[in-house]
């Protein structure tokens, strides 16, 4: 199978964006006439993705419905919560339906065209389990920041005001053998129960990008997206 695969974590209900979004999944947000997910998928479908799975709770049938079992030709399959599993516990259920032993991870509340291909290439030329994308921002309170080391994430910082910092962009290129270090129980959450726990025996390697970045968490945000996300979608960086 060529390309690669890509599972989208979309079972998010959007609590702070319910003023904005009324009843629907996050990633089902309405940006300038389009589902955000789709401005996703699109550039996911132009990066080379051979399969989309889209990991989908909340309101599931929303996303089912408007995107079916194909999008622009790619296969999409989908893997249900049917009780909330944290993005822990919803990334080791799709990892179980990836076909190959390894896959790209993206949250389904953000927007940032990195070159995909390029953190698989990392993925598999460095000895690490996982590749995480992360941005450098100035001024900025609403992350957590990543600590580096010459080639190496080795810690993370809460979130507070931060002059300048990278942040985890929210894509991972990821060996299906990280599987084996998360933790026993069902719910979990990705980044502090498993990142921030195993940081240092997983092998966690930066891919830096300068690349437009959005997460529309926020109604502020959100707004934001509806003038400048379209500018962005489908375009290869």
Do not use: W
């Amino acid at each position: 199978m060529g390309g690669f695969e890509a599972v989208i974590l979309a079972g998010g209900a959007g609590t702070r964006l319910r003023s904005v979004v009324s009843d629907l999944p996050k990633p089902m947000a309405d940006v300038a006439g389009r589902p955000f997910l789709a401005y996703q998928l699109d550039y996911l479908v132009a990066s080379g993705a051979s399969r989309l799975i889209l990991s989908v709770g909340y309101r599931r049938e929303k996303i089912m419905e408007h995107f079916g079992d194909r999008y622009a030709g790619v296969p999409v399959s989908y893997v249900v919560e049917e009780e909330p599993l944290g993005t822990g516990g919803a990334i080791r259920e799709s990892l179980r339906a990836v076909c190959g032993e390894s896959a790209l991870i993206l949250n389904g509340d953000t927007f940032f065209p990195v070159d995909l291909n390029g953190m698989m290439r990392s993925l598999h030329a460095n000895d690490c389990g996982l590749v995480m994308a992360v941005k450098e921002l100035f001024r900025f309170d609403r992350y957590g920041t990543v600590v580096m080391a010459e080639d190496r994430i080795t810690g993370f910082r809460a979130k507070g005001f931060c002059e300048r910092g990278h942040i985890n962009g929210g894509i991972y290129a990821v060996t299906k053998a990280i599987a084996a270090l998360f933790p026993a129980r069902q719910a979990f959450s990705f980044e502090a129960d498993f990142l921030e726990q195993q940081v240092g025996r997983i092998g966690v390697v930066p891919f830096c990008s300068d690349a437009y970045f959005i997460d529309i968490g926020i109604p502020e945000d959100y707004q934001r997206a509806q003038h400048e996300l379209p500018l962005q979608g489908g375009e290869k960086r």
